[in-house]
């Protein structure tokens, strides 16, 4: 992850904590925000898989890692790091992971 | 130079074909997985998953799958784990602060809540990357001979891109089957 991300995330994290409620507030009935929150308008069935973000608790690192794979536990999805890239002149829809400019 | 992978979105033919003729992006209403955005497979096995679930369920007939250069240049990326503890503690305390009630709200609708409330994160990031855990998908017999608990093949990885700009060189990858 690269070092300006990390500060836009920072940023907006740091701003949210420190938001004063009104201004938290006021945001949100602006940008009609708390409208967002109802349940009930679904248009996915949940049996098919689950997206979960654990909890920082819930995380720990194997002893033998594998190219960053973590575990987690019952509830929570193990996941990998993004995989290395080839670069490449040219993009080649055949092929996945190149670096290439847009058309 | 631009980091791409080539992603695999499945949905009903006149889509399809609206998207590859006319541009016209299909944007998910989700509230479940990552929000509004237009959602691609990391390869073709998940896709004809995907097609086979909705045929299953007698939600659709006729589908296609479109192949297309996901851009990820302005990727937020979920398995990433220290992106991962930046959206989850946000995602916490907008939660906290705007209802006690809403904590468990669908995560679709807490990311987009915290894209709109946040133009620095909307404009930073056009594309999501997450892992689904399908634990419904029956374990390979690799991974049960190898003997090697820590390696599944039930995770299917997602890709929901955000801004139709970059979802490029798109094109039917396969034909109609009823």
Request: aromatic share 12%.
């Amino acid at each position: 992850m690269s070092t300006e991300s990390i500060k836009i995330l920072q940023n907006c994290l740091k701003k949210l904590k420190e938001m004063p409620q009104e201004e938290f507030d006021k945001m949100v009935n602006e940008k009609g925000l708390g409208e967002a929150f109802e349940e009930d308008d679904s248009v996915y069935e949940d049996d098919d898989f689950t997206l979960i973000l654990p909890e920082k608790d819930d995380v720990f690192t194997l002893e033998s890692s594998w190219g960053g794979c973590f575990s987690f536990n019952s509830g929570c999805l193990p996941y990998f790091f993004s995989e290395s890239k080839n670069e490449s002149k040219k993009l080649d829809l055949n092929k996945q992971n190149n670096y290439g400019l847009a058309a | 130079m631009i980091p791409n992978i080539i992603g695999y979105h499945t949905n009903s033919k006149e889509k399809c074909e609206r998207y590859i003729s006319e541009g016209i992006f299909i944007e998910s209403k989700d509230i479940k997985w990552l929000g509004h955005g237009m959602y691609f497979w990391d390869n073709f096995s998940n896709a004809v998953y995907w097609k086979n679930e909705k045929i299953r369920k007698m939600e659709a007939s006729e589908l296609l799958i479109i192949k297309a250069n996901v851009l990820i240049d302005e990727l937020l990326d979920l398995t990433d784990l220290q992106v991962l503890e930046f959206i989850n503690e946000m995602r916490i305390i907008y939660c906290e602060r705007i209802d006690r009630r809403k904590r468990n709200a669908p995560m679709g609708k807490k990311l987009d809540a915290l894209f709109k409330m946040f133009k620095e994160l909307d404009e930073s990031y056009s594309v999501m990357k997450v892992n689904g855990f399908y634990k419904k998908t029956p374990v390979s017999d690799f991974f049960v001979e190898s003997n090697n608990s820590m390696i599944t093949n039930k995770v299917k990885t997602i890709y929901c891109v955000r801004r139709k700009e970059k979802a490029v060189e798109a094109e039917i990858f396969e034909k109609e089957v009823a």
